[in-house]
């Protein structure tokens, strides 16, 4: 069984690599190609963590 401090581990280090992606495709020189790749990564890690919180919802000493 996975600790609430793993799940909080999990899941602030995936917000923190979102945020990064977030702030790297901000940058005005960004190719066409980049930004697609920088869109799907994001899309792929927002649905990662969608998963991670339902798990945690699951979890029976959660309050969510």
Avoid: C, N, Y
């Avoid at 793993?6 to 702030?23: C, I, K, N, Q, R």
């Amino acid at each position: 069984m996975t600790s609430p401090q793993e799940h909080f581990a999990d899941l602030t280090a995936l917000l923190e690599d979102l945020h990064g992606l977030a702030v790297e495709g901000q940058h005005p020189d960004l190719t066409e190609d980049i930004s697609k790749a920088l869109s799907v990564s994001l899309t792929a890690g927002l649905t990662q963590g969608k998963r991670q919180i339902a798990a945690i919802r699951k979890l029976p000493w959660s309050v969510a």
